[in-house]
């Protein structure tokens, strides 16, 4: 995948997207303890540990592929709210389903945040930036079928099912983004 430029950090109307820092450990760990969270994602809250490696899986999609997720921060407070961003995970799934070959993309927020719109906000610009900056035509994204929540994001976004499949010994839908020509 082509090495993305252009700035690492995306301000939307109510969201700051930046890198992650070392500092988000704590907030990040809060999050992904959180069973609401993990329930459709890793299936059950994770450590500080398993927190702290995700911040670090975060950071080497910048530094290995010029893409990755951001940190998503609540402009109004300063608060940490979320991960949303694209990535590359080459998850293991049959190469008919050509779910590897775009960028992922992928979002989580905290339920504190639910229903205010932030997922979709920050999806858009997440997408928005690799459109502009990776010069890509599809983006996949994989959500359980019972996340209607995240399904609704992905609809709002532009995704549209394209393929159902277990991933980890769990149903899960593969979405689409197609992206049409100017």
Do not use: I, N, Q
């Given at each position: 995948m082509p090495e993305a430029g252009g700035s690492r950090t995306i301000e939307t109307e109510r969201?700051?997207?930046?890198?992650?820092?070392?500092?988000?450990?704590?907030?990040?760990?809060?999050?992904w303890a959180d069973p609401i969270v993990t329930r459709y994602t890793s299936g059950r809250p994770q450590s500080a540990e398993e927190s702290w490696s995700r911040l670090?899986?975060?950071a080497g999609h910048w530094a290995m592929l010029g893409f990755g997720y951001w940190a998503v921060v609540e402009q109004k407070t300063g608060r940490y709210v979320g991960d949303?961003?694209?990535?590359?995970?080459?998850?293991?799934?049959?190469?008919?389903l050509n779910f590897n070959t775009a960028p992922e993309a992928g979002w989580?927020?905290?339920?504190?945040?639910?229903?205010?719109?932030?997922?979709?906000?920050?999806?858009?610009?997440a997408l928005a930036w690799g459109e502009a900056n990776l010069g890509v035509k599809r983006f996949v994204c994989l959500i359980h079928p019972e996340n209607l929540a995240s399904l609704r994001v992905a609809e709002k976004t532009g995704f549209t099912p394209?393929?159902?499949?277990?991933?980890k010994d769990a149903p899960a839908v593969l979405l689409e983004r197609i992206v049409l020509p100017d």
């Open positions: 969201l700051l997207l930046r890198p992650h820092r070392p500092e988000d450990h704590a907030a990040a760990t809060t999050l670090m899986r975060y949303v961003g694209l990535s590359s995970f080459l998850r293991d799934l049959p190469d008919r989580v927020l905290s339920p504190a945040v639910h229903g205010k719109g932030y997922a979709t906000e920050a999806v858009r610009a394209y393929a159902r499949t277990r991933y």
